[in-house]
């Protein structure tokens, strides 16, 4: 019997390549081409099942293309690149990778957050320009973590993760606002206390997203939320990009409406709005949150793995439409 056939839409690890190529035909794309929509369909028309990494959208077009397909098994836990409706009324499967990035996001959010606040990347820019002369007393001044209010919109598993880094480790005070609150044992082990948005945003300290992105999230932190905020606040993203109005978050920051943002995910990424690049307040990164050797392996992996139990007849480990 011939083996199922996959393509694999974005390079990954070359060894994990090589398993998939023990369960089946593979394609894959070695030299990380971004196809084109059209140019991925036409390699979908003959395959059973695609490994994507979150650029690539799998819609209702696409799945016309790909008669014989089965499965996409996203490299992300987030699967906003699915139209999860149209796949379900395809008969087509998504799965993507929770779990396994959590501690490694959740570090990076909170990583991302220390460098904002003390203002790491913009005092980097300031020596390594050979500007730095003498000591002053406000030079690079930035705001406490320790002892300050985190406000975590979005409490899923990784906003827990940085809620009890904060917590725990910085004896923050946390909030968070959720769609829907934890139970009481989750709040107490994350320390944090449920408030709606509004409060949120006008305590908090240090603001970060981690919900996930779909029409509802849409512009979560826009202008109006901006004007809520304390002057001396950071915001952090590493949710999703359109989830904060980019232009909105540039006049604030050059405005000084809000202190710094930091940010790791941008509306239309990887294409970054122009006034972010040239407001110093800033700390930007391309999409990393979840970039450690390990944690990437393992997203590789958990994607492989699906593959290989759907497409060999068993329940896959962690379906999204199913
Ligand atoms: C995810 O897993 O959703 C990340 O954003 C991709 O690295």
């Not at 220390?114 to 990347?121: F, S």
């Not at 000591?135 to 919109?153: K, N, P, Q, R, V």
């Amino acid at each position: 019997m011939s083996k199922p056939r996959i393509l694999v839409a974005r390079a990954i690890f070359p060894d994990i390549v090589d398993r998939l190529r023990a369960h089946f035909d593979v394609e894959d794309n070695p030299d990380d081409v971004i196809w084109t929509p059209a140019e991925l369909a036409a390699r979908l028309a003959d395959k059973d099942g695609v490994l994507t990494t979150g650029s690539q959208r799998v819609d209702a077009a696409l799945l016309a293309a790909a008669p014989r397909l089965k499965i996409c098994a996203n490299m992300a836990v987030g699967y906003n690149n699915f139209d999860v409706d149209a796949m379900t009324a395809a008969g087509v499967l998504g799965t993507n990778t929770p779990d396994v990035l959590t501690e490694t996001t959740a570090d990076f959010g909170f990583a991302l957050l220390m460098a904002t606040a003390r203002r790491m990347t913009e005092s980097e820019h300031y020596l390594r320009a050979g500007k730095w002369t003498k000591w002053s007393y406000d030079m690079f001044a930035g705001s406490d973590i320790h002892g300050s209010t985190l406000g975590i919109i979005g409490m899923g598993r990784i906003g827990q993760g940085i809620a009890k880094r904060g917590a725990h480790g910085f004896g923050m005070k946390v909030v968070y606002h959720n769609r829907s609150r934890l139970s009481a044992d989750l709040e107490a082990e994350c320390k944090a206390t449920y408030v709606g948005k509004e409060d949120l945003l006008r305590t908090a300290d240090h603001v970060v997203l981690v919900v996930p992105y779909s029409a509802a999230s849409h512009h979560t932190i826009g202008a109006a939320e901006l004007a809520l905020m304390k002057p001396t606040a950071t915001l952090i993203n590493i949710a999703r990009g359109g989830i904060v109005d980019d232009a909105a978050l540039a006049v604030a920051l050059r405005e000084g409406r809000i202190a710094a943002a930091g940010l790791d995910v941008f509306e239309g990424e990887p294409s970054v709005h122009p006034d972010l690049l040239t407001v110093p307040n800033v700390v930007l990164t391309p999409h990393i949150a979840s970039a450690t050797v390990p944690t990437r392996r393992a997203m590789a992996n958990l994607a492989a793995d699906n593959l290989i139990a759907f497409l060999g007849g068993r329940a896959p480990l962690t379906p999204v439409n199913q």
